[in-house]
């Protein structure tokens, strides 16, 4: 999978990222890994996204 359909087909910005060493469907279930990237995504969002 790549990002320059979805590129091209948005106007507003679009990030790809790839998790070393992750297999499909890692965030099935609950573990330490998930924990970060649901902390990742979420001070990401925090830091881009206007609050109330």
């Not at 091209?8 to 297999?23: D, F, H, I, K």
């Not at 890994?33 to 925090?46: I, P």
Request: charged share 25%; aromatic share 8%; hydrophobic share 35%.
């Amino acid at each position: 999978m790549t990002s320059k359909k979805p590129r091209a087909q948005s106007r507003n910005g679009v990030v790809y990222a790839e998790l070393p060493g992750t297999q499909h469907s890692f965030d099935l279930f609950r573990s330490p890994r998930l924990e970060s990237v649901v902390d990742t995504v979420e001070a990401f969002l925090d830091s881009v996204v206007p609050a109330d």
